[in-house]
Nanobody, 125 residues
């Protein structure tokens, strides 16, 4: 079992930056790939970014590529999402997730076994 708690959400103006954290506890976080997903009101949950268990590989949704950076510190059992050049359409509840799966990093939510409760990010235009 892995417990995940997100933090760092808030209100920011368009063009600004925000950093999210995902603190993990329970089973060794370093065994799991980590992903960030988001869900806006009235929309389905969508993939944002993923990072491999070692941190050596990353994968981004086209909508955030070049603006967001995913990282992790296994010694601190914490994952991060740095968001720059934020747009109004980035407004959503952001969730971190952890999963142990083989093969390439994936944007499939079903491959991630554990989820945090979410943190709200609101970008004002």
């Amino acid at each position: 079992q892995v417990q995940l708690v997100e933090s760092g959400g808030g209100l920011v103006q368009a063009g600004g930056s925000l950093g999210l954290s995902c603190a993990a506890s329970g089973r060794a976080f370093s065994y799991y790939h980590m992903g960030w997903f988001r869900q806006a009101p009235g929309k389905e949950r969508e993939f944002v970014a993923a990072i491999s268990w070692s941190g050596g590989s990353t994968y981004y949704a086209d909508a955030v590529k070049g603006r967001f950076t995913i990282s992790r510190d296994n010694a601190k059992n914490t994952g991060y999402l740095r968001m720059n050049s934020l747009k109004a359409e980035d407004t959503a509840t952001y969730y971190c997730a952890a999963g142990r799966y083989s093969g390439s990093l994936t944007d499939l939510a079903s491959k991630y076994d554990y989820w945090g409760q979410g943190t709200q990010v609101t970008v004002s235009s």
